[in-house]
């Protein structure tokens, strides 16, 4: 009996060492990584809950990338206003100088096209291949080129204007009057008005106000959150660009040289209301958001809390403990040390005297 248990006692020390060499390996591999070889079999029936958090704090690095990518596109939003609002003050306070005085006109619509220029430049502002101030059809400039005919419409918007000029001649205060009402009507997109001489016909070139039932269509957001959206979303055609718009419009297309002093004061009058209550609303739309970048940054700093906290929790389940690790590693190294003095004194013994 004696030798069969000796000769037993050989393989299973060999298998000993076996064992504890490949304990070894893992262990140097995983003190080496800082990382578990294998997690599933460490963390046993919390699996489930490693995976979940994994899959939250992914997600969650997602919705950190698209409000990154939202800030970027808002940051540059705000910057167009800021734009607008500057070269808008600027004009109202020639306006003002130009009521009371007709010799000004020439002037002024040359200034009114240059600023129509900076206008349309700031709103047709874009981040990669999307257009800000377009809305949802994100695809092409929102604000047609002033002297450039629309395919849509095989109008231009100044040659619009004068068309509605040529259809309501101001040659008095009335009738001065109500070519400022069918301009109004155009930009209001009044289907009284044709279609070709409507704001959002000729002059504006992204997504509707409305649909075609009358309900407002909907607004370019960015999910934020798992249940949040922020439609941050602002268009050229909102209330404040458009009558900013119409109120330079208004100096820049029509033949003021040629309007009765009648007539001119209250086209004029009329420029200087559009732009002044444009610029009143399009703040107010500026304020708004605002208000949206701080909602963004807010929940920014409410996903690094809950990265930090998920971190932590994945972190205990996937990483090694040093100490730990260390310690086993130092046990395992003199176990191995003992089996391979066991070892060596086995294999010393011949199999002759195994079989005694």
């Given at each position: 009996m004696n030798?069969?248990?000796t000769l037993g006692m050989a393989y299973r020390t060999r298998s000993m060492v076996s064992v504890a060499?490949?304990?070894?390996?893992?262990?140097?591999?995983?003190?080496?990584?800082?990382n578990k070889a294998d997690v599933a079999a460490s963390v046993g029936t919390r699996l489930g809950e490693n995976i979940t958090l994994r899959n939250l704090f992914d997600q969650i690095g997602e919705f950190k990338n698209n409000i990154t990518l939202v800030n970027i596109r808002m940051d540059t939003m705000a910057s167009s206003y800021d734009g607008i609002d500057e070269v808008a003050r600027d004009f109202v306070g020639k306006l003002a100088t130009m009521q009371g005085d007709s010799q000004f006109a020439s002037i002024m619509k040359n200034e009114a096209l240059s600023v129509l220029s900076r206008v349309q430049q700031q709103l047709n502002v874009s981040v990669g291949d999307r257009f800000l101030f377009s809305g949802v059809d994100a695809s092409k400039p929102p604000i047609q080129d002033p002297d450039k005919v629309n395919p849509a419409t095989g109008r231009s918007p100044i040659g619009a204007m004068q068309q509605l000029a040529a259809n309501t001649p101001p040659t008095d205060a009335t009738s001065a009057q109500a070519l400022v009402d069918a301009i109004n009507a155009a930009f209001n997109n009044d289907p009284s008005i044709p279609a070709d001489l409507r704001f959002e016909g000729t002059f504006y070139n992204g997504t509707p106000a409305n649909d075609a039932a009358g309900n407002p269509n909907a607004r370019v957001g960015g999910r934020i959150d798992h249940d949040?959206?922020?439609?941050?979303?602002?268009?050229?055609?909102?209330?404040?660009?458009?009558?900013?718009?119409?109120?330079?419009?208004?100096?820049?297309?029509?033949?003021?040289?040629?309007?009765?002093?009648?007539?001119?004061?209250?086209?004029v009058g009329a420029a200087f209301d559009a732009v002044s209550s444009g610029s009143v609303k399009m703040r107010q739309d500026q304020a708004e958001l605002g208000g949206f970048q701080k909602d963004a940054d807010q929940q920014i700093k409410a996903h690094d809390s809950a990265i930090k906290i998920m971190n932590e929790r994945i972190v205990g389940f996937e990483t090694v403990n040093m100490i730990e690790a260390n310690a086993k590693m130092s046990i395992l190294e003199t176990q191995l040390q003992a089996s391979l003095v066991l070892t060596t004194k086995m294999a010393s013994l011949s199999l002759a005297s195994m079989m005694i």
């Open positions: 030798s069969v248990s060499q490949a304990e070894i390996a893992k262990l140097s591999g995983e003190i080496g990584s800082g949040r959206v922020l439609n941050y979303g602002k268009q050229a055609n909102d209330e404040g660009f458009k009558n900013i718009l119409k109120g330079i419009y208004m100096i820049a297309s029509l033949d003021l040289d040629s309007m009765t002093p009648e007539a001119y004061a209250v086209v």
